[in-house]
Structures are given as structure tokens and as C-alpha cells.
């Protein structure tokens, strides 16, 4: 794969390709929309210079450092600043196991389009890393100057609900870019959590109110959800194993959070209150109009000891099955139909797609498809991920490409490889006499554009 090849993600067949290349010229330098991401707020606003190409590269994707530890390399070893040049080595060292994958597409134009290299394995380590760390003391390598290179006109990044958001107040007025705040509550809301106890004692202290006072509780969550969206955020975010949702009258609930509090919930009685929590959550989107997108099926922090020892987001998180039909129904049934709410569903479960969130998506005006995220954020993924939902609710009940990443320079060459991917799809139908060529010039346009706008209250 290069980027030199035109063609790349484009079908075999040269007629098909030539209307995929033509619908993904359209697109292909229009601004980049980001509405849901994990870049570091912080690193935007200092705008230094990047440390070094592991530090930037390897250390912060775990879709990077899993595929090295699963061949061989030590994980204390990747996430470790100490010996940056040794992390890089295992990297060069074992380019070929990327062969195929996402990560390794997306690294690939990483390489050619910001540092010439068409071929990491054939430099030595140490020759690629002189290379890449010379050029990123270059001034247009600096964060800013890559949100403008980048042509990123929005950036959402994810927020703890006590930030101050510092950073993203000092950003409004230093960038051409929009950098929103996203609310991520899990930690607040979610027992099982294992920060829940010392994030309910902080906005207990930050609210003033009795830790074991829930209606206090509930009323300083709407106040965090206010700041934020008085500093620009437009949605709220929630990782969840399970999208379970579920009706407590108050009673029950407040006598639950005074036991979750003292740690004295048992895990039904945890899952519980975490599926009420997460219909409140709806409740008060209903009410605010954040956007609420929930990322649900993934078993985090798989193995105990890595946990323990690396702690969270080092790769060993695992999708689940999933269901969505009965676990949403009290919350659809609540506020599905009501004007203004926004509920996206994201899924690494790729039966739900046809099954679950597309008919839902094709019957509630409230329910957006949540782009194909994290292990389906791929080329065949994606592919699969258009078949098994537009047939059934179309296009535009979706929510535009979502790159969902920490790995900043990864952004465009995701975006890139979505608009080749839906180009590719839309030239099929038109070849298939199923779309016509106007029609799929507009529709391109629009997944790009107008979709994200649209879901996510642009």
C-alpha cells in the first residue's frame, strides 16, 4: 500500500473504480468533521513539540502496542518513556505482523504523508527515528499547525465532568478549529466502575452536597453537564459493557446510591443502578439537548494483572456480545419520540448492525447509527458495516465517520480511508443500476458533511 497508488480501497473492476475515484475527488480535500475523539486537550493548547516518534506513535495507540505484545513485546517496555529508541525497534523490527491491518494502513500514510517513508522496513530503526524526530522539531509539526495542515475544522476530544476545560477555553480563539468538550460520565455513574468511589466523593465535595444525598447527586451532574455545554460541548458520552436501561422509582434509586456510595451494592444490585443511571442520563440529554452516544459491548480491562500493573486503555480490552432492542426499550419508551433527543448507538458487534440499530435508526427520529468503531473501524469492516444498515434505514440515519482516536496523526488517513470506502460502495450501486450518478455525488457529500451536522447538533 502506498498513497502514490490511486486506486487504494477502490473495487478491481476498472469501470466501478473509475466512478469511485470520480465520487472520492470530490471529497477528498473537504474539511475533516471530528465530533467524537480522544486527542489530548492539553497537548492542543501547550503546542510543543512532539517528544519522539514512539512517544507520538506507539505509546498512546493501543491498537498498536496489543498487536506487539500479542507477538512478543513487553508491554511494560512499550508504555514506558524511559528507552523511546528500544520501543521503536520493536515496531520496525516487527513491521509485518501490521501486514493487512488498520493500524498498519493508517501507519503507512502516516509515514509517506508527514515523513517521505515509503518503506519503514527497509531503514534501520535508528535511521527512521533520527529521521521522524528531526522532522518533528520542525514548527509546521506542531499540534496547531497539524489541525491546520490537517484541514480539521471540528475536534471533539473527551472530558472528565470536574475538568474545568482549561484547555479548551484557551483554544477558542487560537485555532481555526472548533474544539469541543465531550461529558463522559461513566465513572460517576457506573458502580462497577473502579473510580467510582473517588469520582462521586469529588463532585460531592465540588457540589457542596452530602455524598450520600442522591437528589444532590442528580442535580450536580446537571450542573457539570451545563458548564460543559456552556464551554461548547454539544454531546455526552458513555462507554457501557452493557446498554441496559431501567426504571427506578426515586426511593429505590436514592436507597441504592446511599449503599453504592459506602461500596455495600452487590453486581446485580451495581448493574442495576448503572442501567437507571444511564436511562437519567437520557433523561437529562431529553432536557439539555447534548447528544448522547453510547459505546456499548466491550469487556475493558480483560486481563487483571495488566490492569493492576499498566492500568486501563493498554489493549486488552474485549468486545462482548451485544443486544440492544430490549436493553434500550425503557429508554425509547421514555424519550425516543421526543423533539431534539439524539441517541447514537456505536457497537463492535457487528450482528447488531442489520438485526437491532438499523431497524431502530429506521423507526425512531431520535436514534442515529453510530460509525464503525474501534475493531470495525477498518476497510472490510466499514464495507460490511454499509451493506448491513443502509438497505434498511439509508444513509442519512447515520452519523458520519467517527475516527474515535488518540493517535492525532492517525485523523486524516482515517477520515481518507471512509471516504474511499463509501465512494467505493456508492460506485457499486450505481453500477448495479441501483443509484443514480447524481444522487451518489450528493450522498458522498453529505456522510462527510452534512450527516455529522446533523447527529451531532453541528
Do not use: C
Request: hydrophobic share 40%; net charge negative.
Amino acid at each position: 500500500m502506498s498513497i502514490t497508488n490511486p486506486n487504494r480501497l477502490f473495487p478491481l473492476d476498472e469501470r466501478t473504480r473509475e466512478l469511485a475515484r470520480e465520487l472520492h475527488a470530490i471529497v477528498e480535500h473537504l474539511p475533516i468533521i471530528s465530533p467524537h475523539g480522544h486527542v489530548d486537550p492539553q497537548m492542543l493548547r501547550d503546542n510543543h513539540p512532539f517528544p519522539n516518534p514512539s512517544e507520538l506513535l506507539i505509546r498512546h495507540d493501543h491498537y498498536v502496542t496489543r498487536l506487539l505484545h500479542a507477538t512478543g513485546s513487553d508491554l511494560g517496555l512499550l508504555l514506558n518513556e524511559s528507552n523511546p529508541r528500544a520501543v521503536w525497534a520493536e515496531l520496525v523490527n516487527k513491521w509485518n505482523v501490521f501486514a493487512g491491518t488498520a493500524s498498519g494502513y493508517w501507519l503507512q500514510q502516516e509515514f509517506e504523508a508527514l515523513f517521505g517513508i515509503q518503506d519503514i522496513a527497509a531503514m534501520s530503526p535508528d535511521s527512521s527515528y533520527n529521521l521522524i524526530s528531526a522532522a518533528l522539531g520542525r514548527p509546521e509539526m506542531r499540534p496547531q499547525a497539524l489541525l491546520d495542515r490537517f484541514g480539521i475544522e471540528v475536534l471533539a476530544t473527551t472530558d472528565d465532568p470536574l475538568s474545568d476545560l482549561a484547555p479548551h477555553s484557551a483554544l477558542s480563539s487560537g485555532t481555526g478549529t472548533r474544539i469541543l468538550p465531550t461529558f463522559r460520565a461513566d465513572a460517576y455513574i457506573d458502580p462497577s466502575n473502579p473510580n467510582f468511589l473517588s469520582s462521586v466523593r469529588a463532585l460531592a465535595d465540588h457540589s457542596g452536597d452530602p455524598l450520600d444525598d442522591y437528589s444532590g447527586y442528580l442535580a450536580a451532574l446537571e450542573e457539570r453537564r451545563d458548564y460543559f455545554k456552556r464551554h461548547g460541548a454539544v454531546s455526552a458520552d458513555h462507554g457501557v459493557r452493557s446498554p441496559r436501561t431501567l426504571a427506578l422509582d426515586p426511593d429505590t434509586a436514592a436507597a441504592l446510591y446511599s449503599r453504592a456510595v459506602r461500596d455495600d451494592l452487590d453486581e446485580r444490585e451495581k448493574d442495576v443502578f448503572g442501567a437507571h443511571m444511564l436511562l437519567q442520563m437520557a433523561g437529562m440529554s431529553s432536557r439539555d439537548g447534548l447528544v448522547m452516544t453510547v459505546h456499548a459491548g466491550v469487556y475493558r480491562n480483560h486481563h487483571s494483572d495488566t490492569w493492576r500493573t499498566h492500568g486501563p486503555d493498554t489493549g486488552h480490552d474485549i468486545p462482548v456480545p451485544t443486544s440492544f432492542t430490549e436493553n434500550l426499550r425503557p429508554l425509547l419508551e421514555a424519550y425516543g419520540l421526543t423533539p431534539g433527543f439524539h441517541l447514537i448507538l456505536f457497537t463492535v458487534d457487528e450482528t447488531t448492525l442489520s438485526r437491532e440499530i438499523a431497524p431502530l435508526a429506521g423507526f425512531y427520529p431520535s436514534v442515529f447509527i453510530g460509525a464503525p468503531w474501534w475493531f470495525l473501524d477498518a476497510p472490510d469492516s466499514a464495507a460490511r458495516f454499509r451493506a448491513s444498515t443502509v438497505e434498511t434505514a439509508g444513509f442519512y440515519r447515520g452519523s458520519g465517520f467517527i475516527d474515535d482516536t488518540r493517535a492525532f496523526l492517525s485523523i486524516p488517513a482515517r477520515h481518507d480511508m471512509a471516504r474511499r470506502g463509501d465512494a467505493a460502495f456508492l460506485a457499486r450501486l450505481v453500477g448495479e443500476g441501483r443509484l443514480s450518478k447524481k444522487a451518489a455525488e450528493q450522498i458522498v457529500v453529505d456522510v462527510v458533511d452534512r450527516l455529522p451536522r446533523v447527529a451531532f447538533k453541528l
